[in-house]
C-alpha cells in the first residue's frame, strides 16, 4: 500500500469528510479533517526496531520511586478542603437542612445546601432520587475540619421519605414506586436482521435460558477527585480523569465559562476502568467554592463516596434464545434484555455482541432500560459486551452440551466472517487463529491436567469463550511532535495514561516514525491548554486514535529534519535516512540529531499530526480464553486454576504493556465472575458493601496461572500503525469461560453471577 | 513529636494530622504514600514502622513518637534503586502505579523475613495489597526475580 508523505502537503485548506466512530459499542458519524497526508501504512512486514519492543514504561521511575504525582497530590498554597454531605435515604424530599450550624464551626470557611449551586450541576437538589446523591457541601482549612461539618449538616438532614425500587423487579412490579416522573422504563430498543420467526422454526434445537448479572464497582484505588483554583477570572482544574478536554467541556458548560478560561491538567491518575470520563459532584464543588473563597480547594471522594456514587456496570437480566440445526449451525439469535441503569445513564447494554459475534441470519435483539433509585452507571470496562458475553456465550456452551458437540467446533462453525450487523467486511479478524492458539496452549479438548479423584469433593473442569469488540478508534486526535535544539524530542497530545502505558507506546511510535533513540523521546500529556485535542480515552481508543496522529507528526518533523540536513550536507533528500537519533547518507552516518539541531540553533522543528476517517470496515478486536477450574462440591467455592487468553488487536507496540492489559482484564473478570457484587439493601435503600472490605476484588492470592498473549501481526487497514485497541477486551469472556468450567465441573448449569459458594451449593442442589 | 523517617529526624504534629498517613503526606510532603480507602483495606499507604508492615492510614501519629518510618521515599539508597524497584520497572509491575508503593513496602518487608519465599508465600503476604489494574503476576515475577537474584549472590 503506498501512502503520502509530508512533501505533498501541497493542498491548501482543510477538506472535511465524514466517518463512522465506534465508541464504547455505539457507532457516531462524525464530520472529521482529512490529515494533510497520509503515511503508507506500517504492516506485518515493516521493519520496525522500537514499535513492538518492550522497553520499560517511561514513566516507571516515577512510580516506583513515589514521586508520579496524582491529583490527590496536588497542592497549592492556601489549599482548602472540601467535602460533600450526601443522602441517605433513596428517595423523597429534602425538607429541612441545617447550614449554620456547620458554618461556625472551627476552620470552616464555606457551606452551600439545596440552591447554591448553578442548576447545570444537578448538585444539591431538594427532590432525593437514590442514596448517595450529594444534598450538601463544606469547605475548611483542614480535611478534619470539613468532616466535621459535613457530620453537623448530616445530622440536620430531615426528609419526607418516599417509596423506592432499588432492583429492577421492583421496578417493574406492578405497584412499583414512580422512579423518575416519566416512567421506570425506556421504551424497548428493538434490533434484528432477517426472520427470528423462521429461523426458530428451522431450528432443531432450541436453547432458552434467562441470564441474570449483577452490578459491580470500577473500585479503582484512586478515588475521584479534583483541585480547583481560580486566578483572573480562569480557572485551572486538576482532575484524576480520563478525559481531559470532556472535563473541560463539562465545567465550561456548567459554569458558564468560555473554553479559554478553564484549564483542565491531568499528570498521574490511580485507575479509571470507564467511570472517571468526564466532571462530576467532586470538581463542581470544588470549582464552587474556589471561586467563592478566593482559594484553591481540593475535593476528594472517600472510599464510600467512591463506592456508592461513582459509577457502576449495571445489573442484566437477559432472556435468550438459541436455535440451531443439529449441526450446530445458527438459525436464531433472540436477546430480550432489562439493565436496571440507576437512577441515570446511557445504553451500553448487552444486545450489540449477539449482532457481532456469530453469523447467524436471524438476530433480534430488545433492549428495555429500567430505572432505579440508585446511583447512575458509567461505562466499565467492555460496556454492555461483558454482560452480553456471559449470556451469550453461556448460551451457546449450553448450546454445545444440548448438541453433544465440542464447545470451540461449534463456534468455529458459526464464525462470523463479515460484520453482519453492519453489513462491512471485517479489517483483520483472526479470531479462528486465536482459538487454534488457545487450544493448543490451554490443551484443549484433551483431558484435565491433573484430574481429581473420582470420589473427591473437589472437582474440575474447563470452559471457553469469546469475545469481540470494536477497537478502530477513530478521528478526531491531533498531535505534535518537536525536536529542541538539543536533538530530543516532545511527543505533544492532550491525552491520558490511566496506567494503561500511552505515555510509553506514543513516545514508541514518535521515536520509530522519526528514527530517534527513545530515551530522547518524552510524550507530553495531559493538559488542555497547552496541548492539541483529543478524545477520552475510553472505547480502547488511545492508541489506534491518537497513534496515528502521533506517527503523522513524527513523519512531519523528520522529513523538516531530513530538508535541513539536505541543505546542511549538500545532498538530496532522497539520499537520506534516520536512525537511532542519527542521520545517514547513503545507509552512512553523518552527524547525529543533536549535531544538526545545535548547527540549526533555535529553528524550529516541528510536525503536525491528526487522525484521518476510518475506512468503511469494521474494526474489531477479537479473542478467546479459556478456563480451568477446581470447584469443592462442599463448600460451593469455586478456585480458578489457569487462563489461557489468546486475543488478536493487530500490532501491538509494547508486548509487555499489552500483556499487562490482559493480565488487567483477567483478574477483574474473575472477580466479576465470583466476588464482586454491590448490595444495596432494599428496606432502605444503602449500599451496604460500599468500601473494600465487603466488596470483594480479586487479591494476589486469588490469582490462577495466566497464559495470555496476542497474536502477531498488524492490521494495515485498520489505520497507518496497524494497530487496534486493547484494553476493554480481555474482560469480555472471561466470566463465561469460568461459568462454562463449573458447568463443566458440576454437570449443571449457573445462569447468574457472581459464582458465590451460596449460588453454587443452590445450583447443585437444584 | 518526633520520628526517624527513611533515616531523617522529622518532626510532626499529632494534633493537626491524627494518622500517621496523614502526618507523612501532609506535614512532611511525603505523597507517595497513598490514601485509597482509610480503613486499611488496600494497602495503598503500607509503610513500614520500627520494621512491622503498618496500614499508616490506621496508624495514630500519636503512638509514633520516636518510631522509625520508611517510606516508599527511603527505599532507595541514594540515586541507586531497591532491587525491587528496579524489578518492578524491568517486569512492568505498576501500571497505574497508585498502589505500588505499598506493594513495594509489603514485598521489601517479605524478602527481609524469608529471602527465598515460595509463590504462595509471596501471593499470602502480599494479599492484603489491592491492586485493581491486575498487576498481580507481574508482582509476583519481580518479587521472585530479587528472590532469585539474592539466592544467586548469597
Redesign the interface.
Known amino acids: 500500500m503506498s501512502g503520502t508523505g509530508p512533501h505533498d502537503r501541497g493542498r491548501t485548506g482543510a477538506r472535511f469528510v465524514q466517518t463512522i466512530v465506534e465508541v464504547e459499542g455505539r457507532t457516531e458519524t462524525r464530520v472529521v479533517e482529512v490529515p494533510a497526508f497520509e503515511p503508507a501504512p506500517w504492516t506485518a512486514d515493516t521493519p520496525l526496531s522500537i514499535v513492538g519492543t518492550?522497553p520499560?514504561?517511561v514513566?516507571?521511575?516515577?512510580?516506583?520511586?513515589?514521586?508520579?504525582?496524582?491529583t490527590?497530590?496536588t497542592?497549592r498554597p492556601g489549599m482548602l478542603h472540601a467535602v460533600i454531605v450526601r443522602s441517605p435515604v433513596a428517595k423523597g424530599t429534602l425538607t429541612a437542612i441545617d447550614l449554620d450550624g456547620a458554618r461556625a464551626l472551627p476552620g470552616v470557611l464555606g457551606v452551600m445546601g439545596p440552591g447554591d449551586a448553578p442548576a447545570a450541576t444537578r448538585l444539591f437538589r431538594r427532590e432525593v432520587s437514590y442514596a448517595g446523591q450529594p444534598l450538601a457541601a463544606a469547605c475548611a482549612e483542614?480535611?478534619?475540619d470539613a468532616e466535621r461539618a459535613a457530620v453537623v449538616i448530616a445530622a440536620s438532614l430531615v426528609f419526607d421519605v418516599a417509596p423506592h425500587a432499588v432492583t429492577v423487579d421492583e421496578a417493574l412490579a406492578a405497584d412499583a414506586p414512580r422512579v423518575r416522573s416519566a416512567g421506570n422504563t425506556t421504551e424497548p430498543d428493538v434490533v434484528q436482521r432477517g426472520d427470528v420467526a423462521r429461523g426458530l422454526a428451522d431450528a432443531e434445537v432450541t436453547i432458552t435460558r434467562e441470564y441474570r448479572t449483577q452490578v459491580a464497582l470500577?473500585?479503582?484505588?484512586?478515588?475521584h477527585g479534583a483541585v480547583c483554583e481560580w486566578n483572573d477570572g480562569h480557572l485551572t482544574v486538576w482532575e484524576s480523569t480520563q478525559g481531559i478536554f470532556r472535563v473541560r467541556s463539562d465545567v465550561a458548560k456548567a459554569l458558564e465559562l468560555p473554553h479559554a478560561k478553564v484549564r483542565v491538567l491531568k499528570d498521574?491518575?490511580?485507575?479509571g476502568?470507564g467511570a472517571k470520563n468526564g466532571a462530576g459532584a467532586h470538581t463542581y464543588t470544588a470549582a464552587l467554592f474556589a471561586r467563592s473563597l478566593g482559594a484553591p480547594v481540593r475535593c476528594?471522594n472517600?472510599?464510600r463516596a467512591e463506592q456508592t456514587d461513582s459509577g457502576n456496570r449495571p445489573a442484566t437480566v437477559q432472556k435468550v434464545t438459541i436455535g440451531a440445526r443439529r449441526d450446530g449451525t445458527l438459525t436464531a439469535l433472540v436477546l430480550d434484555a432489562h439493565i436496571p441503569l440507576g437512577i441515570s445513564g446511557w445504553e451500553g447494554g448487552p444486545a450489540q455482541i449477539f449482532h457481532e459475534m456469530y453469523a447467524c441470519p436471524n438476530v433480534r435483539t430488545t433492549e428495555t432500560c429500567v430505572y432505579i433509585n440508585a446511583s447512575g452507571m458509567q461505562a466499565f470496562r467492555g460496556p454492555g459486551y461483558v454482560e452480553g458475553a456471559f449470556a451469550l456465550e453461556g448460551a451457546m456452551n449450553a448450546l454445545a452440551r444440548a448438541l453433544q458437540m465440542d464447545p470451540v467446533a461449534l463456534r468455529l462453525k458459526n464464525l462470523a466472517t463479515r460484520d453482519e450487523r453492519a453489513n462491512r467486511e471485517f479489517s483483520g479478524n483472526r479470531l479462528a487463529e486465536c482459538y487454534a492458539e488457545g487450544m493448543q496452549r490451554f490443551g484443549w479438548p484433551s483431558a484435565i491436567s491433573h484430574p481429581p479423584s473420582a470420589i473427591s469433593r473437589v472437582k474440575r473442569g474447563r470452559g471457553v469463550a469469546a469475545q469481540t469488540w470494536p477497537t478502530g478508534g477513530g478521528p478526531p486526535s491531533y498531535a505534535h511532535v518537536r525536536i529542541n535544539s538539543d536533538g530530543s524530542v516532545d511527543v505533544l497530545a492532550g491525552t491520558q495514561d490511566?496506567?494503561?502505558?500511552a505515555r510509553t507506546i506514543l513516545a514508541q511510535i514518535a521515536a520509530e516514525a522519526l528514527g530517534a533513540r527513545l530515551d530522547t523521546v518524552r510524550a507530553v500529556i495531559g493538559d488542555t491548554e497547552r496541548l492539541p485535542y483529543t478524545g477520552n480515552s475510553w472505547g480502547s481508543m488511545t492508541t489506534p486514535s491518537v497513534g496515528p496522529a502521533v506517527r503523522m507528526a513524527a513523519e512531519e518533523a523528520k522529513a523538516h529534519l531530513l530538508e535541513a540536513a539536505a541543505q546542511m550536507l549538500d545532498v538530496r533528500i532522497e539520499q537520506l535516512s534516520t536512525h537511532d537519533s542519527q542521520i545517514l547518507q547513503d545507509g552512512v552516518t553523518q552527524l547525529s540529531f543533536t549535531d544538526l539541531c545545535r548547527k540549526l540553533g533555535n529553528v524550529q522543528i516541528l510536525g503536525r499530526g491528526s487522525r484521518g476517517p476510518n475506512p468503511d470496515l469494521a474494526i474489531v478486536t477479537v479473542g478467546a480464553q479459556f478456563a480451568e477450574v477446581e470447584v469443592d462440591a462442599e463448600t460451593g467455592v469455586v478456585r480458578v486454576l489457569r487462563i489461557v487468553a489468546v486475543h488478536d488487536a493487530g500490532r501491538i507496540i509494547n508486548p509487555?504493556?499489552a500483556?499487562?492489559q490482559l493480565?488487567?482484564?483477567?483478574?477483574?473478570g474473575i472477580g466479576y465472575a465470583l466476588f464482586e457484587e454491590r448490595h444495596i439493601d432494599r428496606a432502605r435503600g444503602v449500599t451496604l458493601n460500599a468500601?473494600?472490605?465487603d466488596y470483594k476484588?480479586?487479591?494476589?492470592?486469588d490469582?490462577p496461572a495466566?497464559d495470555a498473549s496476542f497474536l502477531p501481526g498488524a492490521d494495515p487497514a485498520a489505520n497507518h500503525i496497524g494497530a487496534r485497541g486493547i484494553a476493554e477486551p480481555p474482560i469480555i469472556p472471561t466470566a463465561p469461560a469460568i461459568a462454562a468450567a463449573v458447568a463443566d465441573a458440576l454437570g449443571v448449569e449457573l445462569c447468574a453471577l457472581p459464582l458465590t459458594p451460596w449460588r453454587v451449593l443452590g445450583a447443585i442442589a437444584g | 513529636m518526633k520520628l526517624l523517617v527513611n533515616g531523617t529526624p522529622r518532626e510532626v504534629d499529632a494534633g493537626v494530622s491524627p494518622t500517621l498517613l496523614a502526618a507523612l503526606r501532609d506535614q512532611l510532603g511525603l505523597t507517595g504514600s497513598k490514601l485509597g480507602c482509610d480503613h486499611g483495606e488496600c494497602g495503598a499507604c503500607t509503610v513500614r514502622l520500627d520494621n512491622r508492615l503498618v496500614y499508616a492510614c490506621l496508624t495514630l501519629t500519636a503512638a509514633c513518637d520516636g518510631a522509625q518510618v520508611q517510606t516508599v521515599e527511603g527505599l532507595a539508597e541514594g540515586n541507586t534503586l531497591h532491587p525491587l524497584q528496579q524489578a518492578f520497572i524491568t517486569h512492568d509491575a505498576a501500571q497505574c502505579g497508585y498502589c505500588t508503593p505499598g506493594q513495594l513496602l509489603a514485598a521489601a518487608a517479605l524478602l527481609e523475613q524469608s529471602p527465598h519465599p515460595t509463590d504462595d508465600e509471596i501471593r499470602t503476604a502480599m494479599g492484603g495489597n489491592l491492586c485493581r489494574c491486575g498487576t498481580y503476576p507481574k508482582i509476583v515475577n519481580a518479587i521472585r526475580a530479587v528472590a532469585d537474584a539474592q539466592g544467586r549472590a548469597s
Request: charged fraction near 20%; aromatic fraction near 6%; hydrophobic fraction near 40%.
Open positions: 518492550s520499560p514504561r514513566d516507571a521511575f516515577e512510580k516506583v520511586t513515589g514521586r508520579a504525582r496524582y490527590a497530590d497542592v483542614s480535611l478534619q470500577h473500585s479503582a484505588l484512586e478515588p498521574y491518575m490511580g485507575g476502568f476528594i472517600d472510599r490511566l496506567g494503561t502505558g509487555a504493556l500483556e499487562s493480565h488487567g482484564g483477567i483478574i477483574q468500601n473494600l472490605h476484588v480479586p487479591t494476589m492470592a490469582v495466566i
